[in-house]
């Protein structure tokens, strides 16, 4: 329910915590049900499931995506074995017959790469690939034609089915648990039946006393509960705990006494201190009343119990293990060509934090009153690349993502020389704030200890919303040091934003000239334009009147809040501008329209940008 090239970390670690020494060296086993289930799904077993599920509705109401896969299911089922051994990396050879076009049957998904062709006697996918790129050519299409097959399962037999964010509205922000309830109470269609057979499974392989769930976003919740309904069903002596970022952030106002008809426990926050009481609990060695940041049900009434304990230092939390997850069955997929932007679906990271928290902690539309960005901690970079020397002697793999939330420049400076002075080969790429201590000299060490591409939120490129925001950046000097990524070979992906407090017209005219200047001189090479939510743990959220604007208040809430609407009185209409601003991003990371006027990319009369055509330019005429 996340992402399906590598697995979500938060088992990893919490598996490599419970089984070292200060986690007590306990008995700890993790599954991957999400991968579970697609391979599954998308085998000639499954196949054969989805075709009977799909010939049961009427040919009159079956989408035309149903049909073609009905018509043209003997080509599926001789094609899905291959295509996803391909995909996983098992079988290279089958790429010759994948890029020949006539292998794979091709659905709608595959009508936008004939579009790719810029001349009529030229080679499709050429300008994206080269005339060699046949493993990535390949891959492309195998990933349209799993994205077709995604389409026919939400089209016959569950419309919520996505492959990152199945179900994901039943969970995000809702105010009461009515909306999930109803939806865990409908008889089972294939998908949750698929996902019942697999979690009693493994159950029955590893016999536990106690079943951890971590939820790190809300498209992972339903599946979560269906999950915690079969173990309880048939193990009701199992006690089963939810936890990961989708608590943490959601359910810490936590009121409705359903959620405990399917978990035991929920806790919040890293999971170290809070397992580790709950587990001396249910050890006898504590009683209920001495746990650490976990809801309970007593009484048929939800109860929060929060024995104030130090939290596991940074430094103790052990290398996490990947034993016992399928390594080799993970999913490289290639949906997107720009060469960064795939590294997120693309390839098997080992993914690791270099500190915990933001050493930074001031942005106002971040939650930076909550644990996982406010407490700053780390550790020495001596003990970071044993725990890579650990992870790459456990999984063969040098590739590393490091998840922080910005990484600190001077941790990454003393890692980089580490890996350097113990001569460790890896390939690493992370989230960093775009500030001046970046200077050329510390990218190029960067680059030099592996680093192939960073992440960093210029937000809205403006330079009063940045202050606003309170990034500590301005447009010319995330234009100077995101040049000095790209000078030393380091691929560079922006996050953006609109929709901010009192963002105008204006501002967002000269933010996408911004960015069009930064495309052009090859400061970035890719990005992703997030509309702007307001949270409740944020300072916008807990301070409106500072940015200018209203929040609407919430119904009562007894399961999920985070998001909050707000009235901002400044006139645009940021859905009207959304579609100008990632038509124009989708562009320009396809190297396309670059030095057009941006105004061209709306649908409606802008006005003309007023900042200056060579901005950009002359910001990296001043560097140094």
Partial sequence: MT??????????????????????????????????????????QGLAEIRDAASKIPARKQSHQVQHFLLNFDHYDATITPTIAFLQGRDS?????IVSRAFLPEGARFAPIDAYT??????????????????????????????????????????????????ESLAMSQPNFQPLAAALAAPHNLVDATLHDLSLAAVAKHQPNLVLISVPFPGAVY????????????????KIALGGGFANTELREL??????????????????????????????????????????????????????????????????????????????????????????SDGRWNKLTIAHGCYWKKCSFCDITLDYISRYETTTAEMLVDRIEAIIEETGQTGF????????????????????????SISWWGNIRFEKSFTPELCQLLADSGCIAISGGLEVASDRLLKLMKKGV?????????????????????????GFPTQTVQDTVDALEYVRQLFEHGCIQSGFFH?????????????????????????????????????DKTPIDHDLMGQGLNKALYNFMHGIGVEEDVRAWFDCKVPRPTVHRHFIERALQSRG
């Fill in 3 to 44: 992402q399906l090239n590598t697995p979500y970390p938060s088992t990893a670690y919490i598996t490599g915590f419970l089984r070292s020494e200060v986690g007590g060296r306990l008995d700890a086993r993790q599954e991957d049900l999400a991968l579970a289930l697609v391979l599954r799904l998308f085998s000639r």
């Fill in 401 to 424: 993502h490091f998840v922080d939330e910005a990484a600190p420049p001077k941790m990454l400076r003393a890692l980089a020389e580490e890996l350097l002075r113990r001569k460790v």
């Fill in 118 to 167: 810029i001349d009529d006697n030229e080679d499709t996918m050429a300008w994206a690939f080269g005339a060699l790129g046949t493993q990535d050519r390949a891959r492309h299409l195998a990933t349209m034609y799993l994205n077709d097959l995604a389409d026919v399962i939400r089209d016959a037999i569950d419309p919520r089915f996505e492959f990152v964010r199945y179900a």
């Fill in 474 to 498: 301005s447009v010319d000097q995330v234009a100077r040091v995101t040049y000095g990524f790209a000078e030393a070979g380091i691929l560079v992906h922006a996050y953006l934003m609109y």
């Fill in 223 to 238: 599946a979560a509960f269906r999950i915690s309904q079969s173990i309880r069903g048939q193990y009701p002596e199992i």
């Fill in 531 to 567: 509309r702007f939510a307001c949270t409740v743990h944020s300072p916008v959220g807990k301070n409106p009147e500072e940015y200018g604007v209203e929040l609407i208040p919430l119904p009562p809430v007894s399961f999920a809040k985070n998001d909050v609407g707000f009235i």
């Fill in 255 to 344: 009121t409705e006494p359903r959620v405990f008809d399917y978990f035991d426990f929920v806790t919040l926050d890293d999971g170290e201190r809070p397992l580790l009481a709950l587990i001396d609990h249910l050890q006898g060695k504590r009683s209920q009343q001495r746990l650490v940041r976990t809801f309970i049900r007593e009484d048929g009434k939800v109860k929060y119990i929060n024995l104030m304990e130090a939290d596991v230092p940074f430094s103790d939390v052990g290398t996490p293990t990947w034993d016992g997850l399928p390594l080799d069955r993970y999913l490289s997929l290639l949906d997107m060509l720009n060469p960064m932007h795939r590294l997120w």
């Fill in 93 to 97: 050879t089958v790429s010759h017959r």
